[in-house]
Each structure stands twice: as structure tokens, then as C-alpha cells.
């Protein structure tokens, strides 16, 4: 899938697609290219347990980074979500035409801010943030009050990402040419624990983009496989709609309605000017895992109705 290039003392370069990325020597991906030992990952003490992946085969399948296996595995990670409310002439402005926000009531939508930490992953240890939008299902006819009853309990949810920055070449380049994501590399820290729950993200100056921190809800502690949620992203890849489903393995996670103690700055930046777009008028809810999985599907194509 993939060949070994010029060799250091830290690092590999290995070939996604045509392009030269950088990987850790003796990660995960330098080892397997993504098909990954999972009994060697069950020995990482950091990993509580793999049975949620031994029932989830993976595929082979071409694709524009070349051929790779599907899904991605994500074997520990951390996420933080707020959700906020927002007007829905604004985020119709940053919807292509084709999708339609979700509301809460006529003439409001939710928009969310994203933190997310992988520590152990098939691609190797990266951090990613994003701006996304939550939107009815493709060809949705319903208002959808059931939809954003399952969405903000964190089961069920459709977007549309405006902005995704990571702070790994192999998570850029995988993200932004194989799934059609806005992604770009920058200097990103996450730091998820029961106490506390902080982001930061740099702009390309180094200087500050957007931050966030609050204290961490309360975490519930459910087995592997008890509570999963979907997560389907929308994006366009050369010229065709496709969605992208994510399955969250959700270990340890809790839920603040109208957090309090929450600190959300805005810098100058990507993310700052799309959440500003966004007019978003206050935040209603924090969820944060503190534990969980993740299976990352490759996208597929998929049928979105041309309102033009």
C-alpha cells in the first residue's frame, strides 16, 4: 500500500496517494499500514480493551491516497464537544445549497465546537478541532425534532464541517484528500481528564486561534459496545457528494446542559472566523469522553437532492 522512504532517527517518510508524509519510526502505521496487530494493541496500558474492533473486519478499497483498509481504528481517544445555538440565516450562509441545518425551532440552529485527542490510532497519535454544523439528513423531509432529540444525546448526528485543523501530515493529507475534509496542520493541544477539559489551537503565526476550557462533566463508565453513537459527515470529493460514517465506542463520557465554568476565547484565525460566521448565541450543552473508540469508514458516495 504504502513504501518505506528516507529513514531518521524518530521519524519515516511513507507514501499516501503520490505524496511524502512523515510518520513516527516504530509507530503503528510504520508497523501494520493500517492493519494493525490488535492483540499487540490489548497490551498498550493505555487501551482497556479491543473487543469492539474484533467484531468489525476490515476492507480493502482503492481510494484517492491509494489503496488502504477500512475503517480506521482509533483504540483510546478523548473528545469534547459544545453545543451551541445559532441563527439559521447565518449558518445558511455557510451551507452549500444542497443541505439543510438541523433546528432546534424556526429560525435557529446548532453549530458545535470540537476537540478531539487519539492517543492510540491505527495513523499514530494526532489531535484535531473543528467548527461543524448539524444538519438534516440527506433527502430529510421530516422537521426533524426526533433527529435533534438523538443528536444532542450524542447517538445519532449529521454535519457538516467547516473547519478541521490537525497537528499530523498523515492525518492532513489522509483527511483532506482520501475524505474531502477542510484540513490543515497546526500546532493543536488537547488535555482530557475527569478534572478538566482544555483545548488550544494556533493560527499560522503561532499565536491564538481558538481555545476552550471547563471543568469536565461527570463520567458515566459503560462496558465496550453499551452505548455507540454515529456520527455521518457530509463532504464533496471532486465534484460528488459523499458521507463519511464514524461509529463512537463511548467508555467513559458525561453531559453539562448550560455548563457553567466554561472559557471559550477566539483568536485570529480559520477557526475563530468560521464559528464568528456562524453567529452563534450560547452555548447549551458540553459533552466530553473521556474514554472511548472510535471505527472511521472510508466515505461512500451518496445521494444529495440539487436544490438549485
Not at 488502504?68 to 483510546?76: D, E, G, K
Request: net charge neutral.
Amino acid at each position: 500500500m504504502s513504501s518505506t522512504g528516507e529513514l531518521t532517527d524518530r521519524s519515516v517518510k511513507v507514501d499516501l496517494g503520490g505524496r511524502l508524509v512523515t510518520v513516527p519510526a516504530g509507530g503503528l502505521y510504520d508497523r501494520f499500514r493500517m492493519d494493525t496487530d490488535l492483540d499487540e494493541v490489548a497490551r498498550d496500558p493505555r487501551v482497556s480493551s479491543v473487543d469492539f474492533f474484533r467484531r468489525m473486519p476490515k476492507s480493502r478499497v482503492d481510494s484517492r491516497i491509494g489503496p488502504t483498509l477500512t475503517p480506521n481504528f482509533y483504540y483510546r481517544i478523548s473528545t469534547t464537544r459544545l453545543t451551541m445555538l445559532a441563527p439559521a440565516k447565518a449558518i445558511r450562509a455557510r451551507l452549500p445549497r444542497e443541505l439543510d441545518p438541523l433546528e432546534i425551532a424556526p429560525g435557529l440552529g446548532i453549530v458545535s465546537v470540537m476537540a478531539f485527542r487519539y492517543d492510540v490510532c491505527d495513523i499514530d497519535f494526532y489531535t484535531e478541532a473543528a467548527v461543524g454544523i448539524a444538519v438534516k439528513p440527506a433527502r430529510h423531509g421530516g422537521l426533524g425534532l426526533l433527529d435533534l432529540v438523538t443528536g444532542l444525546k450524542n447517538d445519532w448526528l449529521h454535519s457538516y464541517v467547516l473547519s478541521l485543523p490537525v497537528n499530523t501530515e498523515i492525518a492532513q493529507v489522509r483527511g483532506h484528500d482520501g475524505y474531502g475534509f477542510p484540513k490543515w496542520v497546526t500546532e493543536l493541544d488537547v488535555d482530557i481528564d475527569a478534572e478538566r477539559t482544555f483545548a488550544r489551537i494556533a493560527n499560522d503565526r503561532g499565536g491564538l486561534d481558538l481555545a476552550l476550557s471547563a471543568p469536565t462533566p461527570k463520567q458515566t463508565a459503560r462496558p465496550t459496545g453499551e452505548h455507540v453513537a454515529t456520527l455521518t459527515s457530509y463532504t464533496t470529493i471532486d465534484g460528488a457528494w459523499h458521507s463519511t460514517t464514524s461509529q463512537i465506542n463511548l467508555l467513559s463520557s458525561g453531559t453539562a446542559r448550560l455548563p457553567r465554568g466554561l472559557d471559550l476565547r477566539l483568536g485570529e484565525g480559520r477557526v475563530s472566523d468560521d464559528l464568528r460566521s456562524l453567529k452563534p448565541i450560547r452555548t447549551i450543552q458540553l459533552d466530553v469522553t473521556t474514554e472511548g473508540q472510535l471505527a472511521l469508514h472510508m466515505p461512500v458516495p451518496t445521494s444529495i437532492q440539487d436544490r438549485s
